[in-house]
Nanobody, 114 residues
């Protein structure tokens, strides 16, 4: 069974940057598409970045140009570099597959102050 552990969140001022990490147990993570999601209070969980097993990436317009997803195939890690953060990026961030096939981790809180 694969377990996901997200880390790297924190409190940052608008315009700042954070780098989130997703550690996955099990080598299967290195050969499947992975994604980052976020959930703000009172809102549904939304997809913010996808990276394919081959390294192709995709982002919604809301974060395009500011967020970058990457992965380390050897360490079974997935990262989310977030630049020029905005208050509306405040949320709990999670990693999973694009089809949400892995049990959710605890997420990591990102708070952006204005």
């Amino acid at each position: 069974q694969v377990h996901l552990v997200e880390s790297g969140g924190g409190l940052v001022q608008a315009g700042g940057s954070l780098r989130l990490s997703c550690a996955a147990s099990g080598s299967i993570v290195s050969i499947i598409d992975m994604a980052w999601y976020r959930q703000a209070p009172g809102k549904q969980r939304e997809l913010v970045a996808v990276i394919s097993s081959g390294g192709s990436t995709n982002y919604p317009d809301s974060v395009k140009g500011r967020f970058t997803i990457s992965r380390d195939y050897v360490k079974n890690m997935v990262y989310l570099q977030m630049n020029n953060l905005k208050p509306e990026d405040t949320a709990v961030y999670y990693c999973n597959t694009p089809a949400r096939t892995i049990d959710w981790g605890q997420g990591t809180q990102v708070t952006v102050s204005s």
